[in-house]
């Protein structure tokens, strides 16, 4: 497996691996109704290139398959991590966060989902707070949680 930078190619492959991570690895977790406006299956993804882009972002690769991507920002929020529902438990999370959280100083925060909560913990990060988010009058649970370093 390779982690290199996000390339603009890579943001159609990217959004449909979001997609496909939430209605299947998450689904243990949440609703249909809830993984559907989480993800829903259309994206802008001008939007998403910019965000990739202006983030530090990064793809997992495993035989020139797009296995998963992450990304944080300049202030060291963690944004994205998802990592394709063949490849769970194989280590590419890990490999992800370990390059995310090089690349910034200080505190690193995420929202993270029930799913990924005990992947941050093993992780050394602690719960702020637990929270509903709104999405499309559909309430999802998920974790303010950071890790200082």
């Given amino acids: ?36 406006v989480w993800a829903t299956g259309t994206v802008d993804l001008k939007e998403w290139d910019k965000s990739f882009t202006e983030h530090y972002t990064v793809v997992a690769i495993d035989n020139n398959i797009i296995v998963g991507f992450g990304d944080i920002d300049k202030t060291g929020y963690l944004d994205r991590l998802y990592v394709h529902a063949d490849y769970q438990g194989k280590g590419v999370a890990t490999a992800i966060c370990n390059r995310l959280e090089q690349a910034v100083q200080g505190k690193i925060t995420t929202h993270a989902s029930i799913t990924a909560k005990p992947f941050f913990e093993k992780r050394g990060y602690k719960v702020v707070k637990e929270q509903q988010v709104e999405r499309q009058g559909i309430y999802l649970i998920n974790f303010c949680m950071e890790k200082n370093r």
């Avoid at 996000?6 to 809830?34: P, R």
């Fill in 1 to 36: 497996m390779i982690i290199r930078m996000y390339q603009a190619s890579d943001c159609k492959e990217l959004t449909n691996l979001f997609y496909n991570t939430v209605h299947s690895v998450n689904a243990k977790d949440y609703t249909k109704e809830q993984l559907d």
